[in-house]
């Protein structure tokens, strides 16, 4: 099979138009696989991997013991120093990858959601499944320890809030607006099991679970970056997958069915791989707060696209959590913050954004 | 007419929504090559019928044949190949371009590698010159007026190249000189062969370019046969409660309804009339 990038000929340049790269074979382009790519979201999904890459870049020079560009070649070539090869394999890179699997993962998840609900509001921050997982690690951390461990408890907490939202409900996740409400009502009450379980708790576990409810990249390991990348192996070309298909499902049950979406079961699906896809950064990092909200948002504004762009909201929380880490690590001089306060304080002043645009559309 | 030709039926339907039960029992048969226009109040199922009739709402009871086998059986992609709905009330994505949202009633006829095609591109500006918004085309639809709108969504319907159209309302927003434009259309889509199914409320655009009527109240199929012997005064006494003159179409010599004048006390026409 021949692939060739085509001229785009004055019929073909309908919908996708001149501003399509399109890979097809055959002589007319009518055979084979044609993909259809907008310019657009590729130039968005380079410019966020390259601010990733500065980021990172940045990430590990910086510090008394930064490697300075300079030497990065060589210590990465084995010719450094040991504490250099420590400082880059051992703590920074590692730190690096979660960051940025995480905030791929998040991301992806919120844009599912977002998509499902129609709805900016029905990301995953937003209707408790954050929430629950925090519940979770605190059943898992403080109320019966031993049983679990902590990740384990946030990923089952994460299905419990997403199954109580859907029963909640009543109506599977086909009522947007019902969903988004029952989803905040399920946050709540999680967040007062939380609140209950630190109190009760002894002051140094109380402490420890704080802190991983922040959300925190802080000395993370080649584990949790195997567990992340093999999560998103998964489950990214099963979100790619669901990208067109959710498309149409956003022009309402009536219209997707007449165009031969079938609508409930491509609900269930997406739901199911971005609940997943939460729950595996939330094991690695805890529960990062607002990435899924803002990630796809900034995504869609940057490339103006009309459906869940899944790889451009993938690259946008992949830098947008590994520049948040950076300003975590460097923002204050004598201490690090845990990357969830950053996003937590980027992402709210988001939410209050959304949610006074919301009121003003409401009130017209 | 023969159910067996019919290429959708609606056989023994009951029609509800949770609790409500719109239609009990209700049978169709749309005839083949016709062009179908089901008329009756607000609120009598119209929209209900159409949308079983698109497999979009599932029947309680009954079933709903498309080319003689159960719809809810069959592929939906492959049905959406055959059928198209235009719904009431459709809701347009967020930020989306009249150009994109046409293309997408290319969906069944795209798979996951074949994203797009020489004849997606074909069918969607066939699609766009037909209702007349090809120069909208990189307009975003939440910008347009209702009218436009409107044949944007028609647009989507005919992306599709289906041969038989359902559309619920086809005019609704539409000025007359518009309205007149898509039931032209629909009438040149209905000689091309296609067989369309519609909803309309104007009874004497619906005699004009019927060829079958349908005359529904509370989920009933009051009357139906061609527009001259469904479209009488007692009929629209029955299913509208109004009273009225038929006269021939001054212009096609269908039937033409003329409502009759009531007195209202103390308005213009009252004292007119005194
Ligand atoms: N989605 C829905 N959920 C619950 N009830 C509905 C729904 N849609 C319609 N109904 C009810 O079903 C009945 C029939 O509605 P339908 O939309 O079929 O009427 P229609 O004949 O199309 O009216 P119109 O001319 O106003 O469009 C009405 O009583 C309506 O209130
Ligand atoms: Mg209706």
Redesign the pocket.
Known sequence: MSTAVEPVTAEAAVLPGPRTVRVASGPDGSRGLVLVWRRRPLVVCVVALVVAVAAALVTITAGELGIPLSELPAVVAGQGTRIQHWVLYTTRLPRLLVGAGAGAALAVSGAMFQSVTRNPLGSPDVIGLGAGAAAGAAAAGLVWPGVVPVPVGAVLGAFVAVGAVWFGSGSGFSRPQRLVVVGIAVGAMALAFVQLALARASREDALVIAQWLNGSLAARTWADVRLIVAALVVLLPLALLLTRPLQVVEMGDEAATAVGVRTDPTRTRAVLVAVLLTAAAVSVCGPVAFVALTAPQIARRLTRSSGPGMVAAACTGAALLVVADLVAQYALPEQQLPVGIVTAGLGGVYLVFLLVREFRRSAV | MNVADSPLVADGVTLA??R?V?ARDLDLAVAPGSFTVII????????????ALARTLAPREGRVLLDGAPIDRMRSKDVAKRLALLP?GPIAPEAITVGDLVARGRYPHQGILRQWSAADARAVDAALRATEVDDLRERFVSDLSGGQRQRVWLAMALAQETDLLLL??PTTFLDIAHQVEVMDLCARLHAEGRTLVA?L?DLNQAARYATHLVA?RD?RVVAQGAPADVVTEPLVQEVFGLASRVVPDPETGTPMVVPLRRTVPGSVQDQVVL
């Open positions: 929504y949770d409500l719109v009756g109040p607000n609120g009598c199922g119209k929209s209900t019928l159409l949308r009431q619920d309302e909803v409320h529904m989920g």
